[in-house]
């Protein structure tokens, strides 16, 4: 008889259920030879877990995920001598196997990397599961989709270099530009400040957000051009230069480029 937290669902995404496991030293862990009728999620923070598949034994270190189908047999466990901290997810609905494609999750065993990020949201998803108050479960799935988001950012940017450092140094390099997006810094500031060449921090800032610099630059003085012309009195010329634009036309230009519309077209259309 299946569990109460194993079934599934119609809704897009639901939590069948979610925790957090230590393992000191014990033969423990899950065998399901037909497994679940849910997604199953393993993120390992702390230690060794192992786990067989086609007969053979595979040693899976901290930071990396599990990652198990609806109906896939499950062979994972902790051994003597070994200890392993776990977060894990069981999950359903009809939009999951999409939802991981986008984020680029495919695999059995797929390497992330450690993020307090992704550790902080796993422990906040947990918390509010178990509130049991109103949209208690819809905060959950707010965080667990926060999870899969870091996840896959950190798949991708995984695919295009290995080096732990060098994905923290472009993360850097985008907190850096949130906040000071209206300064003209050119790509040699951000290679500088990653400690790569001009040629690799490009390549690898591409890599991550899909954008030349000069283009996410943009990208990101536009929507910001657009809150201020929805949420405010401010002039075209005033909103240019608070983004980082001297000049007026120019960013009219970029504004229709990323937009489809001019600015003040934009301000008469939202407002």
């Known amino acids: 008889m299946a569990e109460l937290t194993e079934y599934k669902s119609e809704s897009p995404l639901r939590i069948n259920c979610c925790g957090i496991r230590q393992l000191n030293g014990n033969v423990v862990g899950g065998f399901r030879e037909k497994g679940r009728v849910d997604y199953h999620i393993i993120y390992i923070s702390e230690g060794t877990l192992f786990l067989r598949e086609k007969g053979e034994e595979i040693a899976v270190n901290k930071g990396n995920i599990i990652l198990y189908l609806p109906d896939e047999?499950?062979?994972?466990?902790?051994?003597?001598?070994?200890?392993?901290?776990?977060?894990?997810?069981?999950?359903?609905?009809?939009?999951?196997?999409?939802?991981?494609?986008?984020?680029?999750?495919?695999?059995?065993?797929?390497n992330t990397g450690l993020s307090s990020s992704i550790e902080g949201n796993f422990k906040r998803m947990i918390e509010e599961y178990y509130l049991?108050?109103?949209?208690?479960?819809?905060?959950?799935?707010?965080?667990?989709?926060s999870i899969l988001a870091h996840l896959g950012r950190r798949v991708l940017s995984n695919d295009s270099d290995n080096s732990s450092s060098g994905r923290t140094g472009i993360y850097d390099a985008l907190k850096v530009i949130a906040h000071?997006?209206?300064?003209?810094?050119?790509v040699s500031f951000y290679a500088g400040m990653c400690n790569l060449s001009i040629s690799h921090f490009t390549h690898r800032f591409k890599a991550v957000t899909g954008k030349s610099l000069k283009e996410y630059v943009a990208y990101i003085r536009v929507e910001k051009a657009k809150e201020l012309l929805y949420n405010t009195n401010l002039s075209v010329k005033e909103i240019a230069e608070s983004v980082g634009y001297s000049d007026q036309n120019y960013f009219s230009r970029i504004f229709k480029k990323y937009s489809g519309e001019s600015p003040l077209g934009y301000r008469k259309k939202y407002n």
């Open 73 to 110: 047999p499950q062979d994972y466990y902790c051994k003597t001598g070994f200890d392993a901290t776990y977060y894990y997810i069981h999950f359903t609905g009809r939009y999951c196997e999409k939802i991981l494609s986008e984020f680029s999750l495919s695999g059995r065993v797929i």
């Open 180 to 186: 000071n997006f209206h300064e003209d810094k050119d």
């Open 132 to 145: 049991f108050l109103p949209h208690s479960y819809d905060a959950a799935n707010g965080y667990f989709i």
